[in-house]
């Protein structure tokens, strides 16, 4: 069974703050994916990135960074110098690397971002 | 491209009675998956179809869901009769198969079901 814990309930920063949100993850497959998704006001979950677990190089796009780190089951989420508009809920999943879809996923509970001007 | 798109946004029920979701995956999406996320839990997976066919239908909750993916196209979730536990955010999600290998999943907007 898989597992995703997503700590942070709600988080709330001032715009150009920087914020890291926290995922720690458990699965018994040697080989999976993870995901982070966002869901803004209009409901629909948007797709952030997929991460292979053998590839543990970070990633960075834009003012998105992404932290994995297999030892620690983790695989966090930074925004750097956030604005308005990254104003979301935030989630984190992990899929298994089993079959040919992506689409099966585990998810966390959701991290609630809000961004103050 | 029309993306994922789901009907209708909100749904409020009474209990027993019977409602059904409708869900028009992304055109030529081969992979159909269904998601409920009840208030403030996680979301949890129900079931995907593959095409018509139901690949995996581990997380449906119980006999009064059913899931029909007619032609493989657009799919449907009827729940009947409703219980007051039903209530959530139902997500629909396609994906496309390139190289055996299936494309992230897309999601819809989610349809709110309020069982009263």
């Known amino acids: 069974a898989q597992k995703v814990t997503q700590a942070q309930t709600e988080i709330s920063v001032v715009e150009k703050e920087d914020v890291t949100l926290d995922c720690v993850y458990e699965?018994?497959?040697?080989?999976?994916?993870l995901f982070w998704y966002k869901q803004p006001p209009s409901g629909e979950l948007v797709f952030l990135i997929r991460r292979n677990s053998f590839d543990e190089q970070n990633e960075i796009s834009g003012r998105y960074s992404w932290n994995f780190q297999k030892s620690t089951s983790s695989f966090n989420f930074t925004i750097t110098a956030s604005q308005v508009v990254d104003s979301a809920v935030y989630f984190c999943a992990v899929g298994d690397a089993g079959g040919t879809s992506y689409g099966k996923l585990t998810f966390g509970q959701g991290t609630i971002l809000t961004v103050h001007p | 491209e029309a993306g994922v798109t789901q009907f209708p946004s909100h749904s409020v029920i009474e209990k027993g009675q019977t409602v059904t979701l409708r869900c028009d995956p992304i055109?030529?999406?081969?992979?159909l998956y269904w998601y409920r996320r009840v208030m403030g839990k996680e979301i949890k997976f129900l079931l995907h179809?593959?095409?018509?066919?139901?690949?995996?239908e581990s997380g449906m909750p119980n006999n009064r869901f059913l899931a029909e993916r007619t032609g493989g196209t657009y799919s449907t979730l009827k729940v009947q009769p409703a219980e007051l536990e039903d209530s959530g955010v139902y997500f629909c999600a396609s994906s496309q198969v390139e190289g055996g290998k299936s494309t992230e999943a897309f999601f819809g907007q989610g349809t709110r079901l309020t069982v009263v």
């Open positions: 699965t018994r497959d040697t080989t999976y994916y």
């Open positions: 179809f593959v095409k018509e066919s139901k690949q995996d």
């Open positions: 055109s030529g999406h081969d992979n």
